[in-house]
């Protein structure tokens, strides 16, 4: 049975096409993938199925039912829920009151003659029947837990449990696994095999296209706007899909060449680093690690062993507790951000939205943040507004990021074409030594394979890059040292040319004995 059926549905922004006449259809039961490139026009279409979003033309059917949406709430009544990319929890609640929030019951008061009713939640009551919901789809959680201690993998599942508490039919996921490791993402992937044995149907937008072959019955594929194929996904393949995203064959995998740096200069050295968060525990406990001229020194784990930290205390966020960080041989430990742009030092934060960019300005503005005071765009302190535009004219040509008014704000792109304001503007900036974080999180595998390659040509060119990612593979393809945080500290490194997934893993679980068991 047809649950969702779309004709000629079409999103204009202005002018701009975002999409164009789209007929989708999902069946019930089935996971339905959809791919595309970033801007393709995934995400709006999604909202128009969500009531986030109004279409300009076209029909939504909802098991036949012609729908019209005002709000997100419509299409809950009509059984439609969607997990954001960007979760829309309140940190300082529980779980269970994250889940009751915006349908809590309203309770009748009296006072005295008068009465009137206020929303409110039987608390007890609740946590029992969210709890109940947790167990039953084995999320391993505590209802009564406050949301903002939580990891980002329970984060989702919280997410997941305000759909499942209102019942709904078919669940909207839209990029899930961007942010999750690769545990979280195997315990998704059960949860949603789980969703669709119980007869919910689920459509997963991602990038990663071996998720669509592992998890999807069906796929269909966008570009500019339009689908361009539907597959049944035993019929089809990574090439194939590949292919109808970007047009070309996509190397999954890029040529890098290794060569020996050890006679190369050390340029930046981090000594015996260490810091507390807020509760007073040391997150980052006594880091060691130095980067020679040229190379690209990886750094992997699991997420959340004090690679944040690590980063904001690298970036000038965050103060040491102890420890030194030496740049060409000078002290720049707690240096303003600023400070370290100055020496050339770039960074490509790990989450964009919270700080790499400001939404709510213009892409030109986010174009040159951070290096507004050059000379290229600034004279006497004075911004100059036609060269911000050839500049940001340049960089969107080069990178290819997808607009549809370059006049417009940050808000208007979409989250991979984001994710290219930030590299062009760090790259451009012709660092000698890149920090980057997560570079590829959320872009699609043209992109991915253009930034890795550019990841490279910095290299060639001498420069240094410190990459952090929860990619394995993306360390393991780029990165010359491999060195795994575990706890807060460096517990192990290897190389990046022999080294094995398996090896990296058992660093990444804490585990060290291992490597000698393999000598003996
Ligand atoms: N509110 C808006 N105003 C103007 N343009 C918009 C708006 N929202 C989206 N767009 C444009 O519509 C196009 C499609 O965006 P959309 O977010 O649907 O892409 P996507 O396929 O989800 O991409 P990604 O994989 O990068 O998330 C983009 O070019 C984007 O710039
Ligand atoms: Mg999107």
Redo the contacts with the bound molecule.
Sequence with gaps: MEIIKTIGLTKK?GD?I?NDNIDLIVEKGEIKAIV?E???????LMNMLYGLLKPTAGEIFIRGENVHFDSPNDAINKGIGMVHQHFKLVPSLTISENVMLGIEIDKKIIVGKHSFSMPSIDHKRESKVVQALIDRFQFGLNATDVVKNLSIGAKQKVEILKMLYRNVEIVIFD?PTAVLTPQEIEAFFKTMRELKQQGKSIILIT?KLQEVMEVSDSVTV?KQGKIIGNRITKDTSNKELARMMIGREVLLRVEKHYQDYSEKPIIYEVNNLSTKNHEGINVVNGINFFLREGEILGIAGVEGNGQTELLDLLTGLLKSTSGTVRFLGKDITNEWPDTLRLEKIAFIPEDRYEQGLCTDMSIGENIIAGYHGNLDVCKNGILISKKIAEKRNRLIKNYDI????CE?KVS??????AQKIIISREFDADPLLLIAAQPTR?V?IGAIEFIHQSLLNIQKNGKSILLISSELSEIMSLADRIAVIYKGQIIGEVSGKDASREEIGYLMAGILERSHENES
């Excluded at 970033?38 to 709006?44: D, L, P, Q, V, Y």
């Excluded at 997808?402 to 008014?405: I, K, L, M, P, Y």
């Design positions: 922004f701009f975002a595309g970033n801007g393709a026009g995934k995400s709006t990029e990038h966008i997808r607009v549809s008014d417009g208007s792109l979409s989250g991979g074409n959320g699609d």
